[in-house]
């Protein structure tokens, strides 16, 4: 294709440069009249000024010396629908939050966008964001949103669709945008009320989370084979139904069994006819047992029952002549997940070193496992301050400006 110089056209309060480009229109090259902006209008004159003419030939010189070849001269969104390459070679669980992040937020954003995603540069992808962060999101949910954009332009430049830096790599997520919710660890009281309110098998998987450490998928996905010589070895994660292999690499491995888990986990095979193999927990057609169904059948039900009758919340209370109100001796439901926070808090506060605790957890890195999994607890807190109170002995009733402490019951006479 020969050299074209552009035409430099004003629309609006907007200078643009217009050219013609083959581009791939739903698998057909089709030669299309592009215009692209280039600046604002800030003279009075008809015609454009000099830095808008530099600007335009600066332009042009890209467009003349692209090496992208026409087939892959596409749309942004139109590369999107590429998403199969992510579900070839992603885990399922990673190629549906790609596509929530597309389908949810990026689509809205991007699907006016006239550039071919050859020409997209930092300051549209900057824009998708800001605009984006005027959602109720929180800064790790736009934090996700950037790192999935960055790695569809890294996937682009891969397939040959993009050349140049990933136009992502120096953006920024709204800093006022909220702090993440706070997660919950249990403590070893609310561990020991939950177990004695639950019902078999929930009490058992409840007993896993909480004194191995194991997420909800690898609880699903344990088979009685990987129940051996004191250690639960984890080998496999279920999502929707889906086998995969644990989180990270490091997920894999052994996790020792205390006695009151091994207890718990010798009465449960013996329960279930004391098989050979299969899954540890199975529903009656011999197959894995759904955690979230488990979850809504036995655990939701024993913990969120009524002041008044005990009856649990929802259809088995619609008959009751109250408002239902939920009894408080009873801990609170939040997930799978907070009893392996609770095993890292109460396991930190036992004096177990941070290396320990992370090998436990199976963590990649002792800093995931301090900053998101060890959560300060008011007792131990306030025990902690306690013995500095103590060390410190009777109390000071000034400070070194003289002040005297309210209520000390001193005389200022008394203060030099």
Request: glycine share 8%; aromatic share 8%.
């Amino acid at each position: 294709m020969r050299k074209q110089e552009g035409q430099i056209i004003r629309i609006g309060e907007r200078w643009y440069v217009r050219y013609w480009e083959r581009r791939n229109i739903g698998g057909t090259i089709e030669r299309k009249r592009v215009t692209h902006p280039r600046g604002l209008v800030t003279t009075r004159g008809k015609r454009p000024p000099a830095d808008i003419k530099d600007e335009a030939e600066r332009f042009m010189t890209t467009v003349n010396d692209c090496c992208i070849t026409p087939d892959r001269i596409i749309g942004f969104a139109d590369f999107v629908t590429y998403l199969p390459w992510v579900k070839e070679s992603k885990k399922p669980s990673t190629y549906k939050g790609y596509n929530d992040v597309w389908e949810y937020h990026l689509k809205a954003v991007s699907r006016h966008e006239r550039a071919s995603l050859k020409d997209l540069r930092t300051f549209t992808v900057q824009r998708w964001l800001n605009q984006i962060g005027h959602e109720d999101l929180s800064r790790n949910s736009l934090k996700r949103i950037q790192s999935v954009l960055s790695s569809i332009f890294k996937q682009a430049k891969r397939f040959g669709f993009y050349d140049g830096v990933n136009p992502v790599q120096d953006t920024a997520v709204n800093p006022h945008a909220a702090e993440p919710a706070e997660t919950y660890a249990y403590s070893l009281e609310e561990i020991q009320a939950i177990l004695a309110t639950l019902t078999e098998p929930a009490a058992t998987a409840f007993a896993v989370a909480a004194f191995a450490g194991l997420r909800r998928g690898e609880i699903e996905g344990l088979d009685w084979l990987d129940y051996h010589d004191g250690f639960l070895w984890v080998a496999r994660s279920i999502w929707n139904g889906h086998t995969e292999e644990p989180k990270t690499e490091k997920s894999k491995g052994a996790v020792p069994v205390i006695r009151q888990l091994a207890d718990r986990l010798d009465l449960h095979k013996l329960r279930c006819g004391n098989p050979a193999g299969g899954p540890m927990f199975a529903n009656s057609q011999g197959g894995r047992l759904n955690m979230n169904n488990l979850r809504n059948r036995l655990i939701l039900p024993a913990l969120n029952r009524c002041t008044h009758c005990g009856l649990t919340e929802g259809k088995p209370h619609i008959k009751q002549n109250h408002d239902y109100e939920r009894d408080p001796k009873y801990p609170e439901w939040h997930g799978f997940h907070a009893a392996r926070r609770g095993l890292g808090s109460n396991l930190y506060h036992l004096g177990v070193p941070d290396k320990v605790i992370q090998k436990i957890l199976r963590h990649s890195n002792v800093n995931v496992t301090l900053g998101y999994y060890v959560k300060s607890a008011s007792p131990h807190m306030l025990a902690g301050m306690q013995k500095l109170e103590e060390k410190l002995g009777g109390p000071v009733l000034r400070d070194t400006d003289g002040t005297l402490k309210p209520g000390s019951g001193a005389m200022p006479e008394s203060v030099n």
